[in-house]
């Protein structure tokens, strides 16, 4: 249906993804303060139908008239628009460029605001519904022995805080997508052969790199000081023991070097084989399936360590450990220095 409204893909798109993010958002809300809530989101309605419990099938026939509806609605406005346009209306470009685009850095930066702007309002959302279930940790996870085991073990810290200290490195993996996905747009403008425009001028490969590298180390700073910050209001908006907010900005921030760790790795992807970079992205899945399931399904320690977020410290449960993120900080700037290295020397689309 959003293809029909918007005239851009980037468009169908952002309002797909906002209305996911809405719908999960209340369903977060309503599962913890209030069942009626969950009912205005597509997302609560499969939970309706208490399968295995009371099999009620009117929540998937609900779910199935209302996707057929859509559908049909669809159908009938592509067949009135205009070939090409939408029937929301796009916002009309500037006739002038900002002086920001004088810069490799600035067009990175504009290529890609209005993405990372819904990352960001998407971060704060995620941070929110993850805080809001602080309050109610103790019903949630004292009767559910499958839940404790994907906690952290930690003698003389409370359940909140060893939940604080395994949601936050799920929330840095999050977070981690938007800044890949910054520092791969190089790639994509490349393959478009849009960068060659830049290259053939006064703009040098390094400089070209390093704007997309560092925006990318930029957004992983927003994004997960964001989604800390949001998840710290909505705690404290349910705890009835507040936790200061310097507790979760460390807890969040203490990921920045394993983050940085997968952008340098696409650096290098970038750099030597640009058709692998799709490598990155798994080796992001293989981190968040051993670090949040690692407990649950009982791997070796190797196998998480392999994951530089196993090597980061789980605070607030942890002592810090500046050598560990010394070291992750230093292999990073190794890493994306041989990425830097390959990028200068082979050819473009290379």
Do not use: C
Not at 101 to 108: C, D, E, H, T, V
Not at 139 to 151: D, G, P, R, T, V
Not at 166 to 184: E, G
Not at 190 to 204: C, D, G, I, M, Y
């Amino acid at each position: 249906m959003f293809a029909q409204l918007s005239e851009t893909s980037r468009g169908t798109i952002g309002y797909s993804f906002t209305v996911l993010g809405a719908a999960y958002l209340i369903r977060a809300i309503g599962d913890v303060s209030g069942e009626t809530l969950s009912w205005f989101s597509p997302l609560g309605w499969v939970l309706g139908s208490e399968v295995y419990v009371n099999n009620y099938w009117w929540p998937v026939i609900m779910t199935a008239v209302v996707s057929g509806a859509l559908i049909l609605v669809s159908i009938y406005l592509n067949s009135i628009r205009d070939l090409g346009s939408g029937f929301l209306p796009a916002r009309p470009g500037k006739r002038f460029a900002s002086s920001l685009l004088l810069s490799p850095f600035g067009l990175a930066a504009r290529l890609q605001r209005t993405g990372l702007i819904s990352w960001t309002v998407g971060m704060l959302l995620i941070g929110a519904s993850y805080g809001s279930i602080f309050g109610d940790l103790e019903s949630f996870f004292s009767e559910i022995e499958m839940m404790q085991k994907l906690l952290p073990s930690a003698d003389g810290f409370s359940l909140t805080e060893q939940f604080l200290a395994k949601i936050m490195s799920i929330v840095a993996m999050i977070s981690t997508v938007p800044a890949l996905m910054t520092v791969l747009k190089l790639k994509g403008e490349e393959k478009a052969q849009r960068t060659e425009h830049l290259l053939a001028r006064a703009v040098s490969r390094t400089r070209m790199m390093g704007s997309y590298l560092f925006l990318s180390l930029i957004v992983t700073i927003v994004m997960q000081g964001a989604a800390s910050l949001a998840l710290g209001a909505a705690a404290n908006a349910t705890l009835e023991n507040s936790i200061e907010f310097s507790t979760f900005l460390q807890a969040g921030m203490v990921y920045l070097p394993a983050m940085w760790i997968f952008i340098t790795i696409a650096v290098l992807l970038v750099g030597f084989a640009p058709k692998l970079t799709g490598l990155s992205w798994l080796y992001l899945g293989y981190s968040f399936f051993v670090v949040y399931l690692g407990g649950l399904f009982q791997f070796d320690e190797w196998v998480g360590n392999i994951s530089p977020f196993a090597h980061i410290p789980e605070l607030p449960i942890e002592e810090m450990n500046f050598l560990k993120v010394i070291l992750l900080t230093i292999l990073a700037v190794i890493i994306a220095a041989a990425g830097f290295a390959g990028y200068r020397r082979r050819d473009i689309q290379g």
